[in-house]
């Protein structure tokens, strides 16, 4: 997690995080086969993410857990309050923001199951090209389809502090266009939230919400 130090050093390491995202594993080992020359991975691509029902996986995985004296494991929050989490960072409240990705092996395209188009990805030297190049290989509907899903920053709170999170809320979301994700960092710092999310890098300001959104630095990922 980066160090809340001074805005240089923050924007330096969010757009590391850019550069190298930390993707879920289960994402990262997606090398299916190649597919077929003009169409996209025939996948269920939703606007509103399917999260999975709360389970005993986590509490599972802290009994398997061997801790130092002294130390204890508690969960503060697992699904349905949140999924797909790729970072996370607490702000000067404890709140605990989280980004989510849900276009990642889906609307965000892995080249390793689109080889066909590997030469005309490798001419891209900005977004337009990016962009331009999706729209030629997969047309209207693609870029349709390609524009369903949304990354995700999510809010957890401990409101009683108990050390378990009692509510969930989207912060925000909508970063659904075809060039979008992995929402691969999310800082809040002195009331605003930075976030990187292939292809930008995000201010965002609202305390519970994000009200406004300003592209600091836009072009990552090509």
């Known amino acids: 997690m980066p160090a809340q130090h001074s805005r240089p050093a ?8 850019l550069l190298l995202p930390s993707l879920p594993l289960a994402a990262a080992e997606n090398t299916g086969p190649d597919v077929a020359r003009g169409k996209l991975e025939e996948l269920e691509r939703l606007t509103t993410p399917v999260v999975d029902l709360a389970s005993d996986e986590a509490h599972l995985a802290i009994e398997r857990m061997s801790l130092p004296p002294g130390f204890a494991a508690h969960l503060f929050a697992a699904e349905p309050m949140f999924a797909n989490p790729v970072a996370f960072s607490l702000d000067e409240r404890g709140r605990v923001f989280v980004s989510e990705t849900h276009r990642y092996g889906s609307s965000t395209l ?9 030469e005309d990805d490798l001419a891209n030297r900005n977004q337009a090209d990016w962009l331009a190049s999706i729209e030629r290989n997969f047309g209207p509907a693609g870029v349709l389809d390609l524009s369903k899903e949304s990354e995700v920053i999510r809010l957890l709170v401990d409101t009683d502090g108990d050390g378990t999170a009692d509510t969930s809320t989207i912060y925000a979301d ?4 075809p060039l979008d994700g ?7 710092y002195r009331g605003n939230v930075w976030f990187t999310n292939i292809p930008a890098l995000w201010k965002l300001t609202g305390r519970d919400k994000a009200e406004t959104r300003e592209i600091l630095h836009r072009g990552y990922g090509i």
């Open 10 to 17: 923050l924007t330096l390491a969010l757009v590391a995080t």
């Open 110 to 118: 892995d080249i390793r199951g689109y080889m066909w188009m590997l």
């Open 174 to 177: 909508d970063f659904r266009t």
């Open 182 to 188: 992995v929402a691969s960092g999310v800082l809040p």
